[in-house]
């Protein structure tokens, strides 16, 4: 108890929170809560289903162990064990499917006007950013990231936000693990979601899919902020000539050792 207390005692706030969390990052998007549960949810299931599991074998081991030299005696069925252990699992499934397809639809839900819209392109080994935002007469800015100096994301707090995501060359993913969401970027495919930032900082960005040599280094650095300063980046960009949008392939700066140069 002397040892237990002082563990306690000596956890920092965040320490705590995070236990609370069971690890899990700390959310900053308005999709977090349904993915949390979810996932929460699906390990104390199968920490419960697991003891039971080890209990039952635990309790045939130790009735059912070897005491002498006779044969056991032979049963030929169960009826009430076998419908048991035949309707359990299809119970088990049906709890999690449902809990899967209700969390699921309000991950994936989209609304029909969105307050920003974003071309996110993965290419390799780096990410595009097309803002379709107006900006100075301008009808979207972008930017871009290199190995030496990866891309920022730039998003308004507390505004919904749709990334369409493309690809010119293989299979990325976009994942914000803050935004407790992932998805496939597919060449040849415009994947869709949305979400909306509920806390201002700056959250780390990467991919997910292992998409060639310097997959390791695709990372890019998200930063919510205010509206005015969402709003003041998108001036600096188009200040700086980035207008229109950029392709990812052609127009991204080409990384150094790759085999590709411009």
């Given at each position: 108890?002397?040892?237990?207390?002082?563990?306690?005692t000596g956890c920092s706030t965040a320490t705590t929170e995070q236990w609370k969390r069971l690890g899990l990052p700390e959310g900053a998007s308005d999709r977090t809560e349904a993915v949390r549960s979810l996932w929460i949810g699906a390990w104390i299931a199968a920490l419960i289903i697991g003891v039971m599991v080890w209990g039952l074998i635990l309790w045939a081991v130790v009735r059912y162990r070897k005491r002498n030299d006779d044969v056991p005696r032979q049963v030929r069925y169960n009826l009430p064990l076998e419908v048991l252990y035949t309707l359990a699992p299809f119970a088990i499934i049906a709890v999690l499917?449902?809990?899967?397809?209700?969390?699921?639809?309000?991950?994936?839900?989209?609304?029909?006007?969105?307050?920003?819209?974003?071309?996110v392109v993965g290419q390799q080994w780096q990410w595009t950013f097309n803002y379709k935002d107006t900006v100075e007469g301008q009808e979207g800015v972008w930017e871009t990231g290199t190995l030496d100096k990866p891309a920022t994301l730039w998003l308004p707090v507390n505004e919904s936000v749709q990334f369409d995501l493309t690809s010119p060359d293989v299979i990325h993913s976009f994942w914000v693990p803050s935004f407790y969401f992932k998805l496939d970027v597919i060449p040849g495919k415009t994947n869709k979601f949305e979400l909306t930032p509920t806390k201002t900082g700056t959250f780390a960005g990467k991919c997910a899919e292992l998409c060639g040599l310097y997959h390791s280094r695709m990372v890019f650095t998200v930063k919510v902020v205010s509206r005015d300063e969402y709003d003041a980046h998108l001036r600096e960009l188009a200040a700086k000539g980035q207008t229109g949008a950029a392709t990812g392939g052609e127009d991204a700066t080409t990384i150094p050792g790759s085999g590709g140069e411009k």
């Amino acid at each position: 108890m002397v040892l237990g207390t002082v563990l306690l005692t000596g956890c920092s706030t965040a320490t705590t929170e995070q236990w609370k969390r069971l690890g899990l990052p700390e959310g900053a998007s308005d999709r977090t809560e349904a993915v949390r549960s979810l996932w929460i949810g699906a390990w104390i299931a199968a920490l419960i289903i697991g003891v039971m599991v080890w209990g039952l074998i635990l309790w045939a081991v130790v009735r059912y162990r070897k005491r002498n030299d006779d044969v056991p005696r032979q049963v030929r069925y169960n009826l009430p064990l076998e419908v048991l252990y035949t309707l359990a699992p299809f119970a088990i499934i049906a709890v999690l499917f449902f809990y899967t397809v209700e969390h699921g639809n309000q991950v994936t839900k989209m609304s029909a006007s969105p307050q920003h819209t974003i071309n996110v392109v993965g290419q390799q080994w780096q990410w595009t950013f097309n803002y379709k935002d107006t900006v100075e007469g301008q009808e979207g800015v972008w930017e871009t990231g290199t190995l030496d100096k990866p891309a920022t994301l730039w998003l308004p707090v507390n505004e919904s936000v749709q990334f369409d995501l493309t690809s010119p060359d293989v299979i990325h993913s976009f994942w914000v693990p803050s935004f407790y969401f992932k998805l496939d970027v597919i060449p040849g495919k415009t994947n869709k979601f949305e979400l909306t930032p509920t806390k201002t900082g700056t959250f780390a960005g990467k991919c997910a899919e292992l998409c060639g040599l310097y997959h390791s280094r695709m990372v890019f650095t998200v930063k919510v902020v205010s509206r005015d300063e969402y709003d003041a980046h998108l001036r600096e960009l188009a200040a700086k000539g980035q207008t229109g949008a950029a392709t990812g392939g052609e127009d991204a700066t080409t990384i150094p050792g790759s085999g590709g140069e411009k």
